[in-house]
Every structure is written in structure tokens, then in C-alpha cells.
């Protein structure tokens, strides 16, 4: 989903090394806002992409485990 308020615009926060997205942020401008060297900022229009996807190959891939669903004792 994305949300745009003006020039709002959603961002996804990637990890250098492994390319996993570490946050979502909102910025006014992409270039208001630079990240430290371990970082870079990708845009999230069109996708549901967050946190703990891989962006990779120019696309942004879920790599997250599937829940495991436990009964509780009863």
C-alpha cells in the first residue's frame, strides 16, 4: 500500500549487506533524508513490501518464515 500526501512518499530502509528492508520510513523528499554508509533507501510504490523483505534484482521478494500455528494445551 501506498500512501502519498503531497510529495509524501514510503521508503524502505535496506541493509548493505544482506539487502533485508530494516524499516519503513515517510520522507517529503527522498534527499531530505540520507542514511549511514550501511544503509540505503528504496522507494515502496506498488508493493506491500516492509520490514524483513529482501530487495533484490530490482524487486522486492518476502522472504519471511511462514507463522507456525501451535495449538495451546487445553
Do not use: H
Not at 25 to 32: A, C, H, R
Request: net charge negative; hydrophobic share 40%; aromatic share 8%.
Amino acid at each position: 500500500m501506498v500512501v502519498k500526501m503531497n510529495n509524501t512518499q514510503i521508503y524502505a530502509v535496506i541493509d548493505v549487506k544482506t539487502n533485508i528492508v530494516q524499516n519503513v520510513i515517510v520522507l517529503d523528499n527522498e534527499n531530505q533524508w540520507e542514511p549511514s554508509t550501511d544503509l540505503y533507501i528504496k522507494s515502496l510504490i506498488d508493493t506491500d513490501a516492509g520490514i524483513g523483505w529482501k530487495f533484490e534484482n530490482n524487486n522486492f521478494i518476502d522472504i519471511r518464515p511462514e507463522p507456525v500455528l501451535t495449538s495451546l494445551p487445553t
